[in-house]
């Protein structure tokens, strides 16, 4: 998880740069939608690459995944945008920069979420116990306790 963080931070902080570089000649919905469209692709490889290396991956759910932030993303900071603008009519570059990252974290926190139970998603099966052969156990959970409590009285 802390690669994670440190993916997220830094990808935050060139969206932060990417979108108040572009602002004045864009617009801040349009700058915000450029910033995010430019760094989520390498975040989402990022990512998996680092944080989530050695797990199996469907790379179907990967793009999807990656569409989906970046529609996510967009929607959600363009909300923020004019949320913001129907509070402070005429926002500072600085304090839509700091609603955007506001809502980055936020949308961060359920991206991870997204990752790890949808995306990356490992073996989530309970292993079945295998005998001294090789063997898949068949035994039923009264069978099991009952060996439990066996070995136990037998020490």
Known sequence: MVWYVVAGVITTGIQEVLFLATRPLLGSVTANIVAIALTTVANTEFQRRVTFVGQPVSWRRLHLQSLGTFAFYAFYGSLALMSLRAITPSPSATLEATALAAASTVGGV???VLLRWWVFTGSRRPRRPVD???Q????SLDDARNRQVGNATER
């Open 110 to 112: 359920l991206r991870f």
């Open 132 to 134: 001294q052969s090789g």
């Open 136 to 139: 898949f156990c068949t035994l």
